[in-house]
T-cell receptor, first 113, second 115 residues
Framework: DTGVSQNPRHKITKRGQNVTFRCDPISEHNRLYWYRQTLGQGPEFLTYFQNEAQLEKSRLLSDRFSAERPKGSFSTLEIQRTEQGDSAMYLC???????????FGPGTRLTVL | TQLLEQSPQFLSIQEGENLTVYCNSSSVFSSLQWYRQEPGEGPVLLVTVVTGGEVKKLKRLTFQFGDARKDSSLHITAAQPGDTGLYLCAGAVNPPSGNTGKLIFGQGTTLQVKP
């Protein structure tokens, strides 16, 4: 399977704990995006990378959120000191540079108790 | 702030009926994508439309991009229970600094097709 993969698929954590999610994009795609989706809403943009460079961050991405793509391949999204409001589906997508079409992974469902 | 207004938000119809979902904005997008999403899964791409006035067909689904590239519609003919799901439109942002490809999503349309 050469699609976008995300791990874990589900994460349940207690308020105040740190969590980290991983995204593996389609291999030849140099752009990688993170979105957040809450129930009943469309996904909201969080941040994106072109190769290893993080080129844009949304105002939704508070100081507790950090994303990395150290070698321009997989990416991690870390949330520190989780809050109940962080409960959502975190989606990763990838695309070719200059291409508008993004391909999404299955998402990581985060539940903060 | 660029927004995409999607309507209707909920649609419950009988098998065999036709339906149209609309996606409208005051902003121009470089392209527009339609996705379908199942519960607990990521969005799956249906189509990308790029040119103003473009019409694309995918079996019983017809997608149209407005002439001014500000709006789009999805029409489903003879809906089937297998069409049930969340339909999302998403516009690609294209700022002066260059094409980031960042997507702005509509709120989604939850479609239920009853047998």
């Amino acid at each position: 399977d050469t699609g976008v993969s995300q791990n874990p698929r589900h994460k349940i954590t207690k308020r105040g704990q740190n969590v980290t999610f991983r995204c593996d994009p389609i291999s030849e795609h140099n752009r990688l995006y993170w979105y957040r989706q809450t129930l009943g809403q469309g996904p909201e943009f969080l941040t994106y990378f072109q190769n290893e460079a993080q080129l844009e961050k949304s105002r939704l991405l508070s100081d507790r959120f950090s994303a990395e793509r150290p070698k321009g391949s997989f990416s991690t999204l870390e949330i520190q000191r989780t809050e109940q409001g962080d409960s959502a589906m975190y989606l990763c997508a990838s695309s070719l540079e200059g291409g508008d079409t993004q391909y999404f992974g299955p998402g990581t469902r985060l539940t903060v108790l | 702030t660029q927004l995409l207004e999607q309507s209707p938000q909920f649609l419950s119809i009988q098998e065999g009926e036709n339906l149209t979902v609309y996606c409208n904005s005051s902003s121009v997008f470089s392209s527009l994508q339609w996705y379908r999403q199942e519960p607990g899964e990521g969005p799956v791409l249906l189509v990308t439309v790029v040119t103003g006035g473009e019409v694309k067909k995918l079996k019983r689904l017809t997608f149209q991009f407005g002439d001014a590239r500000k709006d789009s519609s999805l029409h489903i003919t003879a809906a089937q229970p297998g069409d049930t799901g969340l339909y999302l439109c998403a516009g690609a942002v294209n700022p002066p600094s260059g094409n980031t490809g960042k997507l702005i999503f509509g709120q989604g349309t939850t479609l239920q097709v009853k047998p």
